[in-house]
């Protein structure tokens, strides 16, 4: 940590890795001249409560016992925006619900709790309340206008200042939330972390599949279906449109001989002498050939979109189907 390194360290269940850690850190915070908060970055909620709950309130005690610290450590625990209430939302959808005048037990509880959750009687963590999804989903902070009527009041900003301050010892994050926070900085945007020199991820086994989450791409075997498909109602009467069906159909093929092909090296397994899957030399050739495939389609759209020599008809009802990346440039 002193030296800002990378350190990966391993080992059994309940043998005190998180006292290990937080210890390392508790000195590194105390006697380090720049201040700076702790990340410590974990995958599971139980997590985030053992930690919050039992670790670092344990470890505050001992050291306050021992007067070397003079008041407890402070934690902030962060989540991703989706997990707060949104006030002007709540406000909105409070004013829904009580326009309706033939509530249900259920829309009553709802209101007596978007009141609560509106007045501040309750914290704006969506997590711990007993609402639907569907509720949530309609209350949760999405995009926030700078414009917005109640930013002066707003609790979720009041929430983002305070548990970014340098003062507070402890961010306790996820892995998504660590990972949002480098794309961000890396793409010049708000930082959703404070500056930090130390960042602890906990349960790092779990690190890949967020990284795959945040930064990776999908792409299954459907995709290329539904796109034919939207291709086939696009093109209308287009006078290239039988060159544009055979180059469908020429994709659908190499799509499906692609999928066999990935299918067979999943079944081959990992293979350990070289430490990965091996796929096949007609697996890269199908993708290969679909890449040049999609490139011609590309190309024969954005010249198309570009002439606007077609799908004028179309574009308000099934040309629309056709994915965003047809128009746009090649
Ligand atoms: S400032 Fe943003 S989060 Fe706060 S009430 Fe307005 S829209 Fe919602």
Redesign the pocket.
Known sequence: MEKTKVALCEAEVGTGKTHAYLLAAVICRLFHADKQPIVISTSTIALQKALTEEYIPQISSILLQHRIIDAPFTFAVRKG?SH????????TYLASLRHNDRLQEQELMEIEILTMLFTGGCPIDLDGLPLTDYVKGCIR??????T????S?????SFLKEAGQNKIDFQIANHNLVLGDILSQKGGRNRLLPEHRVLIFDEAHKLLDAARQMYGVGFGNMELERLAAGIRRAVGRHPKRERVFWICEGMLRFNVLFFETVQDAARRGYDHSCRGILFSRKCFLALETLTEILRELSAFFYAADQQELIFRQDRKGAGDSVPALFWQNP
């Open positions: 925006k707060y209430a949104c006030d002007s939302r709540v406000k902070v999405e995009r926030c206008q700078p917005c009527g109640l930013a009041v707003c609790r979720y900003r």
